[in-house]
Structure formats: C-alpha cells, structure tokens
C-alpha cells in the first residue's frame, strides 16, 4: 500500500482512488464531513431528503471522479413521489453542490406511513440519470436507469448491470455524527481479465467475488466516521490483495453559478423580453443550488448589451 510521499494525509472530503491488481479490481472511496454537512444544511432539508442528497453528493464524487478532462459529472433523479427531483454535481476537479425538490404535504404523508422500500416510497415511479458534460465541447454522455433498490446507490448498481461496462459494486451511507451530516462511501469495479495481473480465470472469478465480499462488511460507522483514515479502512478491508492507493482528490463546496453567466444569459432576450421578465426595473435569479441571489436593473443589462455589441 502506498500514499503520496510529502503531502498533507486528507481525512475528510475526499476521492481517494485505489487498486488491487492481483485481484483484477479498481475502486473509489469518498468520505464527506464539512462538505455534506454545509450543503444539506443550506436548505434545512427534513431528514429524508437530506439522506437520499447525501447519497446523490456521494455518488456524484465517486462516479465523477473517473473523469480524466475537464467536465461536470451530475446524478440526477426524477418521480412522481414526494421527493420530485434531486441533482448533484461534481464539477472536475473537485467541487461539489446538491439540491432537491420535494412536496412537504407528501413527504409528511410518507413519513407517517413508510414501507420496507425506501426509495419507491419517496420517489415514487422515476428515473435516475447520470450525465457527463466536457467544458469547452458540445459533447455530452447520459446514462439512465428505472429508480429500483433500496437505496441510490443500488439503482446505480442496476445501471452497470444493464449496461455492457464494468462490473461494479457500491456502498454508500450518510448519517449525523454529533450532530453533523457526514457522509461515505465506496465503489469496487472489476477490470477485465486481460487488463489484471491474475494468474488464471479462476483467481480471476475469486477476485472479484471476495472483494464483494468485503465490500458487504463495511459499516455505516467506518464509512461516515472520522476517526479511521481511508488508508486504515481501505487496508483493513483489501491488504490480502495487496491495495495500493493513488494521490488523494480533494472535495469542496463550490457552486458553479456566477454573476458572469447570468448576465450573459440575460443579454441574449429581447429588450421586451427583459422588461416582462423585470419587476419594478430589475430582474432576479437565484440560484437553487446554493441560494445566491442575483439582481441585475435593466439599465446595467442594456449597457452590457451595447458595450459588447
């Protein structure tokens, strides 16, 4: 097992990526603290929904931290249930923001009356959908999956099932730490058989389902907790396969929205458009993800407008 040499040992808000090449598996652990616990609180989420954010934030890092350019990687879901709508990006190389759309009526509702199946329970009939957007392109990639499991993190399973990609394994968990939402969780996927250093194809199928294995016997304590570095965890669990792990990726809160981008959107409406849009001269955005707010008069917009005609 190695760790970056003369570099501070990242505890909390991270990627860290890791590989067990006798064992033919690759894999991901996030571990949010600060980060999860700001962004859920931003909103003051009632406890249901800031649990199923929690996971989207953690299976937006750990998904999105495959990208090998510059791009946003979002886990987003949709249904007909109390909890209408949830996004979470990771925009490369680390920054992170969530949010969640949800009837209180419903969700109260649910609450009061929730059975063995969480998410059909909150979500009701939907979809989950995972994006990758490169800067600077036009290009895009969408994957997307019925919401079925009991959790995110299996309807994303589902998906690389389906799917003719890897075989992946996920683990994910979120809880209040002396009163603070952290978060955790872990991804195993298995390289094909000519990409490992496995002797044969059955220690090549061993692999695979002893890392499994050990990915079932990670709590939801070693997972959220801060007291067990992820190097300790990862070599707790995978040391018989030889683990090595790589350079750490650091995790913030940070949201893409800016004044720049809303005044170039507003720039491209009609003068007509704009004053519809106003409200005793000015106009107002907000952003859903991280409440910032953006007032702009229609003075300034017009000025913008002539100065870069």
Known sequence: M???QNKPILVDNLIQPFQMAEAGVRGRLVRLGDVVDTILNRHDYPEPVARFLGETLVLAAILGGALKFDGIFTVQTKGDGAISMMAADM????????YAAFDPDKLAAVAAGANGDPVKSYF??????FTIDTRDTDHRYQGIVELEGTNLAECME???TRSEQLETALKVAVDRVDGKWRAG??????????ASKCGDQEEYEDGWRNAKALLGTVTVEELTGARQKTSELLYKLFHE?????YDPQPLQDQCSCSGKRVIATLKTFAAADLADM?????????????NTQYRYALDDIEAEKNAAS
Do not use: H
């Open 2 to 4: 190695s760790e970056p």
């Open 91 to 98: 925009t490369t190389p680390g920054d992170l923001r969530g």
């Open 124 to 129: 009701g009939k939907g979809y989950a959908a």
């Open 158 to 160: 589902n998906y690389f």
């Open 185 to 194: 969780g872990i991804m195993v996927q298995r390289l094909p058989f000519e």
């Open 241 to 245: 396969d030889g683990v090595w792990l």
């Open 278 to 290: 106003a409200d005793d001269g000015v106009i107002t955005a907000d952003c859903q993800f991280c």
